[in-house]
């Protein structure tokens, strides 16, 4: 998409999963890359060269902890001051913890809400600024099918992730008359290692391993049978950031192969 060339992406979560893919998508439309992530700089620099392979007019890495304050104010200087812009905005980095609620400790939910929820408000507040000097903008929140309906033992998470398209449509309307637009994408499963956990938890409450269980714990949520597909979730944000995506603000978009359709 050559609307995108040399457009400033930062994407969450981005040297592994979903984020990763994200950022492939974005820069083989020839967006400038600000990776983010946990992993250190042998690995940083490894998918740094696979961005740069895909087609990225520039590439750059950021280890801001999200959890950690001040962490997304870190990220939006280190991204503006290397690029000199943010036209892209992608809230992907999320973690998860599986437990009934009078179980559910604290310092899980306080972690989930903060990396999940709170780290999106922060970067989309610091981030702002920025698009509204440029003239141009567009967020997306990686929010789930966790923020359409719930499911057992995730309290922290399905509130998090309800709380992120509420954050979505409130964006939306704040940018509405500029050229800035706020959407969400909510998938359903994808076949990441935050998953491959669930997976193996799963197996474990039927006996049987891992890879026999995968059909069964699928086919228990997602009508479709198959995985939600990381490029085809990034596929979508390329369109949803192209001249095309200009008047789409305020939407959630699922791709759950039919999960919340029954």
Not at 32 to 50: T, W
Request: proline share 5%; charged share 15%.
């Amino acid at each position: 998409m050559s609307d995108l060339n040399n457009k400033v992406a930062l994407i969450t979560g981005s040297t592994s999963g979903i984020g990763k893919e994200i950022a492939l998508c974005l820069a083989a439309a020839k967006c400038k890359i600000m990776l983010n992530g946990i992993e250190g700089p042998d690995v940083a620099a490894l998918i740094s060269k696979e961005m740069t392979a895909a087609g990225a007019s520039g590439v750059s890495f950021s280890g801001a902890n999200l959890i950690e304050s001040g962490g997304a104010a870190n990220l939006i200087a280190a991204t503006e001051k290397q690029f000199g812009s943010i036209d892209i905005l992608v809230n992907n980095a999320g973690i998860q913890h599986v437990e009934p609620i009078e179980t559910f400790s604290d310092d899980n939910w306080d972690r989930i809400i903060e990396l999940d929820l709170s780290a999106p408000f922060r970067l989309i507040k610091h981030a702002l600024p920025i698009m509204r000097k440029n003239g141009w903008g567009r967020i997306i929140n990686i929010s789930s099918v966790h923020g359409l309906v719930a499911s057992v033992n995730k309290a922290a998470y399905v509130s998090a992730k309800h709380g992120l398209i509420g954050l979505t449509k409130t964006v939306a309307l704040e940018t509405a008359p500029e050229p800035i637009t706020c959407n969400a994408i909510c998938p359903g499963f994808v076949h990441t290692p935050l998953v491959d956990l669930q997976i193996a938890a799963f197996a474990k409450s039927k006996g049987i391993s891992p890879q026999e269980s995968i059909p069964a714990f699928i086919r228990e949520k997602q009508p479709s049978q198959a995985f939600v597909s990381p490029s085809d979730i990034g596929a979508m944000i390329a369109l949803l950031c192209s001249s095309a995506g200009a008047q789409i603000t305020g939407s959630s978009f699922t791709m759950d192969g039919g999960w919340t359709a029954q």
